[in-house]
């Protein structure tokens, strides 16, 4: 299973969550036409897993939606812990949709002795000490990273050395992980100035112009 | 030029920015190894914009710096609109990192006038009927994306409508956008169910090895 694919399969899931209350059916041409994606991509991502919809007759909603929930792993609860209760740390606890899409941070970390025992959104923050206990305790999968970029790649380390498999990296650094780990970067900075680029060709062409 | 290509120049210059002060000189292999990107790949984005560093010699760090800035039009302040200043819209307001990249938010617009008049991290909140007279008058380029799913794809036509000319959607939909329009999509939970495909994997392993 190329990995670009699973990559893709909760855009699909998502678009399906959008749908579900209104449509009963739909067809790979309709799914393509939400993801911007062809008919035959859908259809060939979908086909790793199985036959889903007969030929002709389009994908049940909702069958679709938890077939792409079990392969995805989705139909459980998935336990996290947070690393770094800064400002961003303290966005991320308070965002919605991880609880309400299944992933539920039951703990959180600082080296701060001062937000250590507090409560952010519910979650009890600990000492970064008391990491490796609470993670193999817990049997938790999942650790978000919000701490400063010189101290990220340090606290993946012990996170994976706790026996984390994935990885949710808000810090702006190219983090290293070993094989069998998965990490993922959030970085909406980098994801701005991937369009400048073409904003400034934009208005380089303004400028030189000669109409 | 391939976008996949612009998608990485970020990336070169977050590394970059990171050992700024401490190193002089990189060369491929080590940029590579930063980035796990091969040398060939670090040589070949490179080259889509000219000589920069020589064979052998490696690259100016602070040269390759500007050289990437320029580039990606970053040698300049990007003013940005936010529109949705629920709790999401607030943290990014409050997210350091954009002024600190040149990229400075002068208005936030929300529809509950609750919100309007109030300032958000300094920011201005306007009502999002002043959206399209404010785009105009400050030359916005750049729009943020933070209502929800339901309103998601409205004001993005909005902000198209307006003049803006690239979207960073943090709305959990698939936005639709005309070309010469620029989007990138934010979304966490979506990174999170990318993994736990891989995480099932394992589990699964665990589960039925006879070992």
Known sequence: MPEVVVMRLPLYLRALNLIEDRVDIINS????????????????????????????????????????????????????????????????????????????????????????????????VLHVSDLPAVVAREGISIGIVSVPPSHAQQVIDDLVHAGVKAILNYAPVAAKVPPGVKLRDIDPVVAAQSMTYYLKQDSAVEEFSPY
């Not at 049940?60 to 079990?70: K, M, P, Y």
């Not at 139909?75 to 400002?87: A, C, H, P, T």
């Open 29 to 124: 041409q309709e799914l393509g036409d939400t993801l911007q994606l062809t008919p035959a991509q859908i259809r060939k991502d979908l086909s790793y897993f199985g036959k889903f919809g007969k030929q002709g007759r389009g994908y049940n909603v909702r069958t679709l939606i938890q077939e792409l929930r079990r392969i995805l792993g989705l139909d459980r609860e998935w336990k996290m812990v947070l690393v770094g209760v800064g400002r961003l740390g303290r966005a991320i606890l308070a965002y919605g949709r991880f609880p309400r899409s299944g992933f539920v941070a039951v703990a959180a970390f600082d080296a701060d002795s001062g937000m250590v025992g507090k409560k952010v959104a519910g979650v009890p």
